[in-house]
């Protein structure tokens, strides 16, 4: 409703009302995070302070750009128990953001476990901080209003087939894929046309570039086509660590707010600033987050990467991996670098002796190919012919079985 100061921007979530307060004229600014990881660690060194300092920038990125509510889109935690630090963190975190009015819309991903971090979930709801159980059926909903009318924001937790399968029984047993999975529970969704609308969710789109931090199926049999969004205005997407769009400019991953791996030293780390006015008008911008401590790669030989012509212009706490190219190892190398280096997270050789110790590779990685694939070279070479379609059916199967259920126990 209107007044002579602004907008009020209506939620409801479960029937009970929220207010928050959009300046007339405003177009809707939301923030999308995802892939927090809180708690993580990097070739054991912990992120909690990197990922704190982060935290204070995003603090400040919401007050600065007035933004309207806060999108996380899974993997809070780094893993299913996170250390009490983590959770004193994502509390403060929250806290803060209830603080200055503005509502959260969370989600799981698949390093959380979605029943300790949806706990209290009801409470928080009062105090616009709306976390999606586990799939039960219904996808849980928020619709939040402005002077262009409602906008329905979509929370779906990281979804496996099993989830679905069970919650669904007959009607879902056929569901072996993450694409039918996806396709089953997007189209249970009953959406009013009228309304603008944003999916938050975890899943790993085809075509969107990956780094070595992120957690892969072998094969890549937890991928799912991006037209298993379509219909949604805007879908804040988690999961890959890397900035980008897929598919279409509103299909976006916010990326980490921090490096969490050598792969990822030349990505931006940022947020992404989404915002809605009348339907079909988005605008999508972000902000840099600096880090505490930058990543680097550093190459050379032990006298030249320790020469202090080599390091007095750069910052010598940033974490770094260490390349030596000398032909003989250097004796208590780490100790000797960290005095130069005291963050350093990784250290290697590359000469004669490494490069001649290395496995030829096939053009394509082995750990790249589908499982399928790799059972189906592997019966061609004991029995000199072609794998026949009905082994080909039955390997598939079992295939998922082996995988969804090494997922299910890395759960328990």
Known sequence: MLDGKGLVAEESFCGSPLFHFVRRGQRMKFMHLADLHLGKRVNDFSMLEDQRYALEQVLGIVRKERVAGVLIAGDIYDRQVPPVEAMGLLDDFLTKLSGEGVPVYMVGGNHDSI??????ARLMTGSGIHMAAQYNG?????TVKDEYGMIDIYLLPFLKPAHVRAVWKEQAEEI??????????????????R??????????????????SEERSIGGLDE???????????????????????GRDTVRYAGTLLKYS????????????????????????????????EMRKIRGSYMEVTDRSHYENTDTQDYVHIT???????????????????????????????RSAQTVMAPEDIQMKPPLRLCEELFALQNNKPMGKEQKIYMEELVREIWEEGKDAESI
Do not use: W
């Open 115 to 120: 029943e300790r971090v949806s706990f209290g």
């Open 176 to 193: 072996h894929t993450y694409q039918e999975a996806l396709d089953f529970v997007t189209g249970k969704i009953v959406r009013d046309e």
């Open 324 to 354: 030596l190219t000398d032909e003989e190892d250097i004796f208590d190398a780490v100790g000797k670098l960290r005095a130069v280096y005291p963050n350093l997270m990784k250290l290697e050789y590359d000469n004669t002796r490494t």
């Open 138 to 142: 219904e996808v849980d909903t928020v």
């Open 262 to 293: 050598f792969s990822e030293v030349n990505h931006k780390k940022s947020v992404t600033l989404v915002e809605m006015a009348e339907r079909g008008v988005i605008r999508i911008d972000t902000r840099q987050i600096e880090p505490l401590h």
């Open 224 to 246: 799912v086509d991006v037209s298993c969004f379509d219909g949604f205005d805007y879908v804040a997407l988690g999961h890959l660590h890397g900035p980008q769009s897929v």
């Open 195 to 212: 309304n603008r609308s944003i999916l938050v969710a975890h899943q790993y789109v085809s075509g969107a570039a990956v780094c070595d």
